[in-house]
């Protein structure tokens, strides 16, 4: 069974659109994570989530937006995208804390023509 | 700025030799991790060395940190071609409450 599963893996939209990135974790972890790895392989924090907690990086353009219906699950909402927004985006999440060893989902790879 | 910031950015060596891979970073941390990803793939977690810890073994994987200068190394004994991978660490700072990774050393094992 997958530990960490995103859906869609490719994704393909216009500038504007609105989209969402779903992510699942079946490891009953506390903590989920949203992070952009552009095409350097730059690996970027963009959100730390748990029940108490949503950790925001500032650098995030409030078009993009966590939504958590509950501890298992961590979407992304992107408004508007924009040609910039185009990476692979992951999802993680982790047990105890923000800085515990962290499992990945497979990425998904946003193209904005 | 990067916390973590890896050396070299790129390695190509021949299976079975080892590969030494170095990061460097600039505040105080509780933890030091490595991660490994191949290519079109997610972060897998190799090891994570905490900061009263001097090194760590895993399988063929060594890891050292020297918290007085700031950087940590990650050694691959006995390489194999399935080693080729990008690998990167993540410092777990002490006053902030997320990870921050390098960008990470690109490893070639030729067969």
């Known amino acids: 069974d997958t530990a960490v599963s995103q859906t869609p893996k490719y994704l393909v939209t216009q500038m504007g659109n609105d989209k969402s990135i779903k992510c699942e974790q079946n490891?009953?972890?506390?903590?989920m994570y949203w992070y952009k790895q552009d095409s350097k392989k730059f690996l970027k924090i963009m959100f730390s989530?748990?029940?108490?907690?949503?950790?925001i990086n500032e650098t995030v353009p409030n078009r993009f937006s966590p939504k958590s219906p509950d501890k298992a699950h961590l979407n992304l909402h992107i408004n508007s995208l924009e040609l910039g927004d185009s990476a692979v985006y992951f999802c993680?999440?982790?047990?105890?804390?923000?800085?515990?060893?962290?499992?990945f989902g497979p990425g998904t790879r946003l193209t904005v023509l | 700025s990067q916390q973590g910031e890896e050396d070299p950015q790129a390695l190509s060596i021949q299976e079975g030799e080892n590969a030494t891979m170095n990061c460097s970073y600039k505040?105080?941390?509780?933890?030091l991790q490595w991660y490994r990803q191949n290519s079109g793939r997610g972060l897998v977690h190799l090891i994570l060395?905490?900061?009263?810890?001097r090194e760590k073994h895993s399988g063929r994987l060594r890891v050292t940190l020297d918290t007085s200068k700031k950087s940590s190394s990650l050694l691959i004994t006995a390489s194999r071609a399935a080693d080729t991978a990008s690998y990167f660490c993540?410092?777990?700072?002490?006053?902030?409450?997320?990870?921050?990774f390098g960008s990470g050393t690109q490893l070639t094992v030729l067969p």
């Open positions: 993680a999440s982790s047990q105890n804390g923000f800085t515990d060893t962290q499992y």
């Open positions: 490891l009953g972890h506390d903590t």
């Open positions: 989530y748990n029940n108490k907690e949503l950790i």
């Open positions: 505040t105080s941390i509780n933890n």
């Open positions: 060395i905490r900061s009263n810890e």
């Open positions: 993540a410092t777990g700072p002490g006053s902030a409450r997320q990870l921050t």
